[in-house]
């Protein structure tokens, strides 16, 4: 991995700051919003209270957000020609990958770190195991949405398509069980959504799988769910850059 080169790719993104806006403090905001300000944010819930419930919830959804953005132009980089142009370079693909994936990582900790720091002011409470796990969790689980961005930017093959993807994630989180308690046959056909698994598992150090309309969920029901989703996510990204190469 080249690290002069990393440098400069976290430079080049810390300076769009209309996009840091939307991965980093727009999560954070909604936290202010549905969980730092609601009447029933003391509530005990699991190991921890309800304001700690939103908070990982919303720390999942700025990270999943800064994944998939990250994902999605490394996508469009390559098939814009950037690919060739490092080609003629010493830097290998697998270091090209290993950098992006960890810009990824750091981009996708700025939303977890200022929303937990936001939870520690505003009232959030749970157990240490809760706050580690959960965040960890929380980082680990965004790569899974670095694979959703390169497999829509690999498909559409445009600037718009890490917009949509943006754009998409958000009915995901309505449909995932992530903005708003699901309960009855919104919350059975949301676990089937790509990030319903991924916010449950990283609530699950917090919630020890007692949902918010009192039903119980075993760890395999996140889990499972997290790992087709990879899979399924993983599989078509790599098809459709080999699409891709094909085509050029």
Known sequence: MNATYTLLEMRRITR??????????????FFLIF?????????????GNVAMYVM?????????????????QAALERMQGWGRQLGLTPLKDSSYVGMKALIAMVV???PILLTYLLGVFLGASGSTSAWLLSAVACLLGAVVFAAFGILVGSAFNSEASI????GTLVIFAFLGNVFIPLSGIMLAVGRFTPLYG???LARFPLTQGHLADGSFEPLWVPLLNVVVWALIFGMLAVWFVRRGRDRQ
Not at 20 to 26: I, N, R, Y
Not at 35 to 47: L, Q, S, W
């Open 56 to 72: 990982i919830s919303m720390a999942c959804y700025g990270a999943a957000t800064a994944t998939t953005s990250i994902g999605g």
């Open 163 to 166: 917009g949509a993807a943006s």
């Open 108 to 110: 996708a900790a700025i």
């Open 16 to 29: 769009n700051y209309i996009g840091l806006f939307f991965t980093a403090v727009l999560p954070a905001f």
């Open 198 to 200: 991924y916010a449950a």
């Open 35 to 47: 969980g730092a300000t609601i009447d029933a944010k003391d509530t005990a819930i699991g190991n």
